[in-house]
């Protein structure tokens, strides 16, 4: 090799930047520092001059509220962090101390507990919004897989935060599905052995629960920052499901989806608030201001309402395995959808038998998390079944065959003439605000 | 003759390669081991592994409930009509079959230990209750026989029986 190279009369050298500073078209202290930090010239690439289609609806602020959420489930969350002792002792205690004697400690605290509620109402929502207008297909597929794994991190982490105030939900809640892993053959009994660290839940569980709590709440913000780089890369779907193609079709993020976004987050925050203030405990259960015991199962135990459908699912198998493996991939699932679904139309509004088939699914969602709740015997073990059934059918059987046998309605060829065609009357879609 | 030259070369370097690349590996190994290990149940949790329970004053019928390893274990003084019961079961009506006097001591048929934690997803039946007389989960609905063995519902098998002996007529040792 060496004797070739050096045969060849001219050398030639490839220049090398290891120094990039330079480029920002900022000037002043702001140029210095986006000079050698680029984020500034980012934030404006990505959030002013940001183009979105101009057909967005209120369901795309879910994005922006939950991010939010998140922001002050954290924030409410380091501070009851400051007070909180993970210890089977003291949990329930220090958890009564921050309710009656730390400053703001019952709003903190209240705020951190319904917010998690809300977190998921807001995801449900997001879901759905990415459901009925197709969002999950090409070029988005990467985007949606990473929105499963919030999902699941969400899942995790919200299971873990209602273990901390060891009462008797928090202790049994924490029994039942840590012994899920005990489905696993061969090794289940020891995988659970090493979860608790003990023969049974308690006290060194408690701790690395709420280690685990901290954890996987930083994992989600990880994966939330990758959902955010993946979306500016792939752009807004919008509801006509329709990529813009030019100026028309499209306006700047900055001023008219963030304006539309915070006054969707002043609203929610506004339920959210009144929810805290007036019914902290609707969305909880009365069993957890009782101190665990681990000699007494509570007579009906549930998990928390966000939990109670795949909780139906889980019930609704009469095998141990099988339920669970069930449970799991009912939500694992989705992110075979881009997959199973492969129509070429993206929005339901041009999709009247997939339509049907989704509003069916959200209908199939709230029995099952009614069933979740009822007792697991007679006519509710049937329900559950059948609504087991209909949502591996969703997936399995309806999504592809919809996109064989379904006839998509006429399309308009750009976001505009979507917006004309709305405004003749010639399409329906949600509005989740009249306007 | 370059192309020996150059075989001898990687060779070498294929030996440095593998070398290192097993000795890091030996090492990942090494330091995630005490990681994943320090998560098992510690010295303290293991040195309260055993108790002793006094049944003296147990009658026929009663059931009593003591803590062990974190868990409740049942022990039920049987009467005659339930241990006939047990016994007296078709082991092709059983899920998880086993005959009752498997799960007792040499003729100490009226005392019945068990782990009172479901088999299922770990909730503690409930004594008295359900279809079969033995005991009822509350949480996913198992039912239990008078032998503490699975009957209905989506437990897979029948409720632990602890190792355990008499030390004395009653008296027990359990772990």
Redesign the interface.
């Known amino acids: 090799m060496n004797d070739q190279t050096s045969k060849t009369s001219k050398e030639h050298f490839e220049p090398v930047h290891t120094n990039k500073v330079g480029g920002s078209p900022f000037t002043g202290v702001t140029g210095w520092i986006d000079n050698r930090l680029p984020i500034i010239r980012m934030f404006r690439h990505e959030y002013l001059d940001f183009q979105v289609p101009k057909s967005l609806s209120y369901f795309w602020s879910f994005g922006g509220i939950l991010t939010i959420c998140l922001v002050l489930l954290i924030v409410t969350g380091i501070s009851l962090g400051m007070h909180y002792k993970p210890d089977a002792n003291q949990a329930f205690d220090s958890v009564e101390k921050i309710m009656r004697d730390v400053n703001f400690g019952w709003l903190i605290r209240y705020a951190h507990m319904n917010l998690a509620s809300f977190f998921f109402i807001a995801v449900y929502l997001h879901i759905f919004r990415g459901l009925y207008y197709g969002s999950y297909k090409e070029p988005r597929e990467l985007m949606w897989l990473l929105g499963i794994v919030i999902f699941f991190l969400m899942m995790a982490t919200a299971f873990l935060g209602y273990t901390l105030p060891w009462g008797q939900m928090s202790y049994?809640g924490a029994?039942?599905i840590?012994?899920?892993f005990?489905a696993v053959p061969l090794v289940g009994d020891f995988i659970v052995?090493?979860?608790?660290?003990?023969?049974?839940?308690?006290d060194?569980a408690l701790n690395?629960f709420y280690v685990l709590h901290w954890l996987i709440a930083f994992l989600i913000v990880g994966v939330v920052v990758f959902h955010v780089i993946a979306l500016h890369i792939v752009g807004s779907n919008n509801p006509s499901g329709i990529e813009p193609k030019d100026t028309r079709d499209t306006v700047s993020f900055s001023p008219f989806t963030t304006s539309k976004d915070l006054l969707a987050m002043l609203v929610f925050l506004l339920i959210f608030v009144a929810v805290m203030m007036y019914a902290p405990n609707y969305l909880g259960h009365p069993d957890n201001y009782i101190p665990a015991n681990?000699?007494?199962?509570?007579?009906?135990?549930v998990p928390e309402w966000y939990f109670l459908p795949f909780y139906a699912i889980l019930?609704s198998?009469?095998?141990?395995?099988m339920?669970v493996i069930a449970m799991v991939s009912s939500i694992a699932v989705l992110g075979l959808l881009p997959w199973l679904d492969f129509s070429k139309v993206r929005s339901s509004v041009f999709r009247p038998i997939w339509k049907q088939c989704i509003f069916l699914f959200v209908l199939d969602f709230f029995v099952l998390m009614y069933i979740g709740g009822a007792?697991?015997?007679g006519i509710y073990l049937v329900i559950a079944r059948i609504g087991t059934a209909f949502c591996f059918a969703f997936f399995f059987i309806l999504a592809p065959l919809v996109s064989i046998i379904e006839k998509p309605l006429p399309m308009p060829t750009s976001i505009h003439e979507f917006e004309e065609w709305k405004k003749q009357g010639k399409i329906k879609t949600i509005k989740l605000f009249n306007k | 003759m370059s192309e020996i030259k150059n075989k001898d070369k990687t060779t070498r370097r294929d030996f440095l390669t593998t070398v290192t690349a097993t000795v890091g590996a030996v090492g990942v190994g090494a330091a995630v081991l005490p990681v994943i290990s320090q998560m098992n149940p510690d010295s303290s949790v293991k040195a309260l592994a055993s108790i002793e329970v006094d049944l003296s004053k147990v009658k026929e019928g009663q059931e009593i409930t003591v803590l062990w390893r974190g868990k409740p274990v049942f022990i039920k003084r049987r009467t005659k009509e339930e241990i006939q019961k047990a016994q007296q079961t078709n082991l092709k009506d059983l899920k998880d079959p086993q005959e009752d006097k498997l799960r007792v001591k040499k003729g100490k048929d009226e005392w019945l230990v068990v782990v009172g934690v479901c088999t299922h997803l770990g909730c503690v039946p409930i004594g008295g209750k359900g279809d079969y007389n033995g005991w009822f989960c509350p949480c996913h609905g198992s039912h239990y026989d008078t032998s503490g063995r699975i009957r209905k519902g989506p437990a897979p098998t029948n409720l632990e029986v602890p190792q355990y002996e008499f030390v004395s007529n009653d008296k027990i040792k359990i772990g």
């Open positions: 049994w029994t039942v840590t012994n899920l005990s052995t090493w979860l608790w660290g003990d023969y049974a839940v308690g060194a690395r681990p000699m007494v199962t509570p007579a009906h135990i019930r198998i009469p095998d141990k395995l339920g007792p697991a015997e």
